[in-house]
């Protein structure tokens, strides 16, 4: 059974940094992981994707900001977000899309940066 756990998220002052961590459990045929966001009254909105080939992308909002890495004999990856602005605030979602199964959420983790 496929299971998505997030973790890092917190309370971070504007300007800081916080470490989100999403390991995939179950399976080995992990073929993208997306982070998304979804801030209160706002509709959930995609902010960083990495493939299982490596190739990254990161949405406009997030991009010089966050980083990706990987630690794959774990099936975790780290989201790095510096320099946080309180307009990151939402909670933060992980999925994966794993080969011939399908889509699976994480609970989602709660990042909260005061200005």
């Known amino acids: 059974q496929v299971r998505v756990v997030e973790s890092g998220g917190g309370l971070v002052q504007s300007g800081g940094s916080l470490r989100l961590s999403c390991t995939v459990l179950?399976?080995?045929?992990?073929?993208?992981i997306n982070w998304y966001r979804q801030a209160p009254e706002k509709r959930r909105e995609l902010v960083a994707t990495i493939f299982i080939d490596g190739t990254i992308y990161y949405e406009p909002f997030v991009r010089g900001r966050f980083t990706f890495s990987e630690k794959h004999a774990e099936n975790t990856v780290n989201l790095q977000m510096n320099h946080l602005k309180s307009e990151d605030t939402a909670v933060y979602y992980c999925?994966?899309?794993?080969?011939?199964?399908?889509?699976?959420w994480g609970q989602g983790t709660q990042v909260t940066v005061s200005s």
């Open positions: 179950g399976t080995s045929s992990i073929r993208v």
């Open positions: 999925k994966a899309v794993v080969d011939a199964v399908g889509e699976f």
